[in-house]
């Protein structure tokens, strides 16, 4: 049996929190937060630039495309960014939600073609290097 006790001055600084100490049978979630299955899960793109400041948040340049994986009542989103895969929080303000299936779908599949060419060009190099 354990038990914490955990007191954060906002939630998006309790999610911290409870990220660095995980309970692995059962994840505690706040009423007013959605969380989002891979499979299902929104993509937003950044309109405006946003330097991470503390390690967990995601820095973001203009045009990136983001899976949203959880979302906040405190203005913060938790994503995976396309192009590398690198998960953080970022507020909401920088960015703007893509609401065509048609090119979610389109994102994905790139993210798909560019996750193969790396995976070729790894094991090209590997190949030439012994």
């Known amino acids: 049996m354990m038990e914490r006790l955990f007191k954060a001055p906002s939630q ?3 999610h911290r929190w409870m990220a ?3 309970n692995p049978t059962k994840m505690a979630t706040d009423e007013d937060e959605v969380i989002y299955e891979d499979w299902d899960c929104p993509q937003v793109q950044c309109v405006e ?3 991470a400041q503390q390690a967990d948040e995601l820095t973001l340049e ?3 495309i983001v899976n949203i994986i959880r979302k906040t009542n405190e ?3 938790e994503g995976s960014r396309l192009s590398d ?4 929080w970022f507020p909401v303000g920088n960015v703007i939600e893509i609401t065509n299936e048609h090119v979610r779908r389109r994102n994905l599949r790139e993210r798909y073609r560019v996750i ?3 995976s070729m060009v790894s094991t090209t190099k590997t ?3 012994t």
């Not at 895969?85 to 953080?88: A, D, H, L, S, V």
């Open 85 to 88: 895969g690198e998960k953080g």
């Open 20 to 22: 660095a100490f995980p």
């Open 62 to 64: 203009p045009t990136e």
């Open 127 to 129: 190949r030439t290097l």
């Open 49 to 51: 630039q946003y330097i």
């Open 12 to 14: 998006s600084d309790m």
């Open 116 to 118: 193969q060419a790396a």
């Open 75 to 77: 203005g913060w989103y």
